[in-house]
């Protein structure tokens, strides 16, 4: 008797698409390679002793020293320039916290597995890793920072190493795997573009301005 007829699920899946083939490759290299370079995920890994080091790093990056340093100047600046631009970035700031906080909902990638939860406040969706909050943020301020204020060269460049020192850091101990920081490189790069785009003024937000 002649056989029947494979469903055609089945036929999906024995016959994958070039696409399907080529996401499973790039993830399976993304998982590798991010557990190859997580030299310093604990205490017995290869750069163990330079844990300490990447948790202060992991700190610098962290959301909350952010949002409370920029508030404290935003309470204590005397100028309105400095107002403004400190508004704006707080603004950026909670921004990135809120579409990180987003997009870890939808997508829920678990951290890697070789990752030790032993991170320095963290909320719910902290639990997921992509994308890395650190990442948006380090390139979110890195280009506020450039954009805004007066450095000169050495100091700019500090600015972008710091951004690229957060991010490698990530992958380092273990939080994240290298599509995670990637993509929130790119979020974060994005996300400025919108501040710019709603940049807040006293003309365009007056109430916000009359309050501090």
Not at 77 to 101: C, G, P
Not at 137 to 163: E, K, M, T
Request: a positive charge; charged letters at 15%.
């Amino acid at each position: 008797a002649a056989a029947a007829p494979l469903p055609e699920e089945d036929c999906m899946k024995l016959n994958p698409s070039f696409v399907g083939i080529a996401l499973s490759s790039l993830l399976a290299i993304d998982l590798w390679a991010s557990k190859r370079l997580g030299v310093c995920a604990g205490e017995g890994s290869a750069w163990g002793s330079a844990r300490p080091l990447m948790k202060v790093i992991e700190v610098s990056g962290h959301g909350i020293p952010w949002l409370l340093g920029t508030f404290y100047g935003l309470c204590q600046s005397d100028s309105s320039a400095a107002r403004e631009v400190l508004l704006n970035l707080l603004f950026a700031l909670l921004l990135d916290l809120v579409m990180v906080a987003v997009v870890k909902g939808l997508v829920r990638r678990p951290r890697p597995t070789h990752n030790k939860m032993d991170m320095f406040v963290t909320i719910s969706v902290d639990k997921y890793s992509f994308p890395s909050g650190h990442a948006t943020r380090a390139a979110l301020v890195c280009r506020f920072i450039l954009r805004h204020l007066v450095l000169a060269v050495p100091l700019r460049v500090l600015v972008v190493l710091w951004a690229l020192i957060v991010s490698i850091s990530r992958v380092m101990l273990g939080r994240h795997n290298m599509t995670d920081v990637l993509f929130g490189l790119v979020l974060g790069y994005a996300l400025y573009s919108v501040v710019e785009h709603c940049w807040l003024s006293p003309l365009n937000a007056p109430a916000l301005f009359a309050f501090w």
